[in-house]
């Protein structure tokens, strides 16, 4: 069976894979606190051909390739436009870090996206994330909200009637891409992303941090993805082509 | 004329080994840093061929008809090192080399390999590696950076808040013939070469070099190497046919 079949057949599932991050992409330009993903590529194992003139194990440079393979899907980290919403738990980063929230299981997810609201509880107020999660302080522990709103300053610091209450959490990571996502512009940490530190960022009050996803970007990337993956359909055709001639020598 | 079968299947077999090479640069036309092979075809050493048993010729031995080549066959590899081209990403772990010189990555058996695919990372200890994790050498071995907050210089020179000063280990070779792929965007030098410093070059942070594979060029070449094994694949059959003819011939009242 010819190679170029699979090769083709290979590099057509890494564009696919390309096509579907881009179509994440373009579907969360309007998400608060997400970051575009990028699809890098490698190319596969090489396979050293048999050369019909040198003697069997004789080095030769004859490579036949097998394609491409996706080397990673990398997160786009950088800043994203703000827009200023007025609202007293909407918050923004400026510069590096994460803001870390209690999951629905007790683990610590980190996130970009600063839409909070104020929950009541039998105890208190409590601040916490649209749909209800915790939102954790540079402690660690939740953060209890009192009565009558409060301000927040760049280094996370919430005050209440110029009485420090609290501070918002704020972390990074040596290495952010390596935080597995877990959906909702959430992440958690992971071997590869390193522990959770303290990041150097701003926390800007009554301001949401957009989607950095460039749609001009993405556009020309889905273009040059969608040209790719028929260039490589071609060549699968092709190939097909060769092998129905090969079969019909004889008739 | 059976001589002619095996002429046309080389040359068959020959367009297959050139549409395996054509396929694998086509599925990496997205590839960063891929450079583009071709295969480079030769035909087979030529052989005398003598005719015997002629009864016009009566001197000792047999007359030379010319000489004869028994088709074709796959002679070597050339890889294009030309540079690819660059494209912006504004990330900083992505660095780019323009002109003639080459990264250099540990793998994981501690050998020095090559690229020229500059989308790297930074692992959770602080290191420049590939996506793969192989680690990127400077000049003192590997290169800590801290965080993904540090520069490159035009010459190589890596500095940042929390990085160790170095300076990139770049390399260059008297002939890019000597690299091998090995997949995963590596070259490993094969027949026992050297790298030389590299002469003229710029690294460029924040952009990465794309695949110097041209889509028109390979679209071309597999119209080409398609119609070649077509009319190799005419040859056969058409000797396919004058056999049979010559099968058939000795059935009587056929």
């Known amino acids: 069976m010819q190679q170029s079949l699979y090769t083709a057949a290979a590099g057509m599932a890494s564009q696919q894979t390309r096509l579907d991050t881009i179509a994440q992409n373009i579907a969360n330009t309007q998400s608060a606190g997400y970051k575009a993903a990028r699809v890098d590529f490698k190319d596969a194992l090489y396979q050293t051909m048999k050369s019909p003139v040198l003697a069997d194990g004789a080095e030769n440079n004859l490579l036949v390739g097998s394609g491409a393979l996706v080397s990673s899907i990398a997160t786009n980290f950088e800043q994203g436009s703000f827009i200023e919403t007025g609202e007293m738990y909407d918050f923004a980063i400026a510069g590096e870090g994460f803001f870390a929230v209690r999951g629905r299981n007790g683990e610590v997810l980190y996130t970009r996206n600063g839409s909070f609201r104020a929950q009541p509880m039998d105890d208190g107020m409590y601040l916490v994330t649209q749909t209800g999660e915790f939102v954790l302080g540079a402690d660690g522990d939740v953060i209890r909200l009192p009565e009558g709103g409060v301000r927040v300053a760049e280094d996370g610091t919430i005050l209440s009637d110029g009485r420090q209450i609290g501070r918002i959490g704020l972390f990074t990571f040596t290495n952010p891409n390596g935080l597995s996502k877990e959906g909702e512009t959430r992440y958690a940490e992971t071997a590869a992303s390193g522990p959770a530190q303290a990041a150097t960022g701003a926390i800007v009050q009554g301001s949401l941090e957009q989607s950095n996803v460039s749609l001009a970007d993405e556009l020309t990337m889905l273009i040059r993805s969608q040209r790719a993956y028929a260039l490589m359909s071609r060549a699968l055709s092709t190939t097909d082509n060769m092998m129905g001639l090969a079969n019909t020598m004889h008739g | ?254």
């Open chain 2, 1 to 254: 004329m059976v001589r002619g079968l095996y002429t046309g299947a080389t040359g068959m077999i020959v367009q297959r080994n050139k549409m395996d090479v054509i396929t694998n640069n086509i599925a990496n036309v997205e590839t960063a840093g891929y450079k583009a092979d071709m295969l480079v075809t030769s035909t087979f050493d030529e052989v005398m061929l003598q005719r015997l048993h002629d009864p016009n010729v009566n001197f000792v031995g047999a007359q030379q008809v010319g000489p004869y080549s028994y088709g074709t066959h796959v002679e070597e590899m050339f890889t294009d090192f030309s540079t690819g081209t660059l494209e912006e990403t504004r990330r900083n772990t992505d660095l780019a080399i323009v002109g003639d010189a080459f990264f250099s990555v540990e793998a994981e058996d501690g050998r020095v390999l090559y690229t020229r695919s500059g989308n790297f990372t930074v692992n959770a200890e602080g290191y420049l590696t590939t996506q793969d994790g192989q680690y990127v050498l400077g000049q003192n071995g590997r290169i800590f950076v801290g965080s993904e907050n540090f520069s490159v210089s035009p010459e190589g020179l890596v500095t940042g808040p929390m990085a160790l000063e170095d300076t990139l280990a770049l390399v260059s070779f008297e002939d890019p013939g000597v690299l091998r792929k090995v997949g995963n965007s590596l070259f490993d030098i094969y027949g026992g070469a050297a790298p030389v410093p590299p002469g003229d070059y710029t690294v460029r942070q924040g952009m990465l070099e794309g695949s110097n594979v041209s889509a028109i060029d390979e679209m071309v070449n597999m119209i080409a190497v398609y119609r070649n094994y077509e009319v190799n694949q005419r040859i056969v059959s058409m000797v396919d046919k004058s056999l049979e003819q010559a099968v058939s011939l000795g059935r009587v009242g056929g």
